[in-house]
DNA sequence: ACCTGAACACCGTTCAAGT
DNA sequence: ACCTGAACACCGTTCAAGT
C-alpha cells in the first residue's frame, strides 16, 4: 500500500511550476469557499479568491464535479480503505453500522453534497461517479456479510444503502430544525435495515389482503 | 363546508380587470413551466411567456414561495381534508399509511418541490410554512391514533413523518434508477415505524455497551 | 392601481489574444 | 503550455416612468 503518494491531492506531476502552483491554489481556495457556500459555490469567486482567471480553474477543473472529486478523493480513498478494515470484523452488522456512520459525515461534509453524490448515479461521465460507485460496492460487500448473518434483511443492496445514507445527510442540511435530528434519523434508517422490521411483503408492495 | 369558492385558485377578488387576468394567466403558465423546469424554473420565462412585465409577476406574487403556495393550495387543501377523513378509519395504521402516501403524491408533484417544503421548516415568512405546518399536525394527528394502538412506535412525531416522506421523494428525484425505487423505499420507512423495528434503545443513540 | 422594462448585480461557459 | 479576461447568454430583484 506504500504508493508514491507526494501530495494530499496529487496534482498532475510533469506541469509547469505556474500551472503547478495554480492548480494548489484553487484547490485550497476552493475547499474554504464550498465549505462556506457549499458544493453550488460560485466558481467565479473561487478564481476571484484564488488570484487566477476565470479560464484557469475552468482548464484545471472543467466540470463542477471535477472540482468537488479533487476536494473529495482522500475521503473517498479513507472510506473505502476502512471499508476493507471492517470487512475483517467479527460482528457484521455493527461494522456495516460503523461504515454508514462514516459514510454520513463523508456526504455532509459539504452542503449540497448528497445531492452532488446521487446525481452521479445518473451521469456517469461525472467525475464522481467512479467514486461514488466505489462507494455503493464497498457497502454492498459489508451489506452481504451482515445479510448472510441474518443481521440486515435481505431485500436491500448498496444503492439502498447509498440512497437512504444520502437522504439523511440532505433532510439535516434543509434546516436547523432537522439537523438536530440527523442522528436519530440516521438510526431510525438503520432500525429499517433490520429483519424485524420487514413485515408484510418484500419489497414494500403490501399485499391487498 | 359549502364556502364562496368561485375559483380554483382564489385570485383576490376587487381587482381591476386586468390585474386579475395576468394574476390567472400568470397562474396558469407557472404551472406548466414549473412543471416542466420544476419549483427553481425561471421566474423571467413564467412572465414572459405569460406575456406580462417582470415587474408584473413580483407585484401578484413577491416571492418564489408564494407562486408555489398559489400552485399547491389546492392539493394541501385537499391533503388536510382527506387526513379529517381517515383520522375516522377503523385501522389507524392503515389509514396513516394511506395519507403518507398521498403526501408522498403530492410532495413529488414538481421537482424541487420536497426541497422547497423542508425550507420552509427554517423560513416562517414564507407562505408555504403555514401549509406545511398544517401537514405536520395532520401526519401528527393520524400518527397519534397509530401510535395509540401499537401500530407505530411512539418515538416519532409528525415532523419526522414530514421529513421522512419529503426524503423520500427528494431521493427518487435524483437519478431515474433512483425514481424506480421510489415505492420500496417508502416500504422501508414505513416498516421503520413499525414497533418491531424499534430495537437498540429509544432515539436511536445506540447504548456503548 | 397597475403595468412595463431598463438597470443592477450577479451567474456559468467559451474562447481569442496574449506570454 | 498555460493564463487572462472580455464576451455571451442567462439569472433574480428593484424601481422610475408610464397609463
Not at 478494515?85 to 459514510?103: F, I, M, N, P, S
Not at 461525472?126 to 452481504?144: G, V
Request: aromatic residues 4%.
Amino acid at each position: 500500500m506504500a504508493d508514491s503518494h507526494t501530495s494530499p491531492v496529487d496534482p498532475p506531476r510533469g506541469q509547469r511550476a505556474d500551472a503547478q502552483r495554480n492548480y494548489e491554489r484553487i484547490l485550497a481556495v476552493a475547499r474554504t469557499v464550498v465549505d462556506e457556500q457549499g458544493t453550488q459555490a460560485s466558481l467565479r469567486d473561487i478564481a476571484r479568491r484564488a488570484g487566477v482567471g476565470l479560464g484557469t480553474l475552468y482548464r484545471h477543473f472543467p466540470t463542477r464535479d471535477a472540482l468537488l472529486e479533487a476536494l473529495l478523493r482522500q475521503g473517498f480513498d479513507r472510506l473505502a480503505a476502512d471499508a476493507d478494515t471492517l470487512a475483517h470484523r467479527r460482528d457484521a452488522g455493527e461494522a456495516l453500522t460503523e461504515w454508514l456512520r462514516d459514510l454520513t459525515r463523508g456526504s455532509t461534509a459539504f452542503r449540497g453534497l448528497p445531492a452532488s453524490m446521487l446525481a452521479t448515479l445518473a451521469d456517469a461521465e461525472s467525475p464522481l461517479h467512479t467514486s461514488c460507485l466505489a462507494m455503493r460496492e464497498a457497502a454492498a460487500r459489508l451489506l452481504e456479510r451482515a445479510q448472510a448473518v441474518g443481521d440486515i434483511r435481505p431485500d436491500i443492496d448498496g444503492t439502498d444503502l447509498f440512497a437512504l445514507i444520502n437522504a439523511v445527510g440532505w433532510v439535516s442540511e434543509q434546516a436547523p430544525p432537522l439537523a438536530d435530528r440527523r442522528e436519530r434519523l440516521f438510526g431510525l434508517v438503520m432500525d429499517a435495515l433490520k429483519p424485524s422490521a420487514q413485515v408484510r411483503s418484500g419489497p414494500g408492495v403490501a399485499p391487498s389482503g
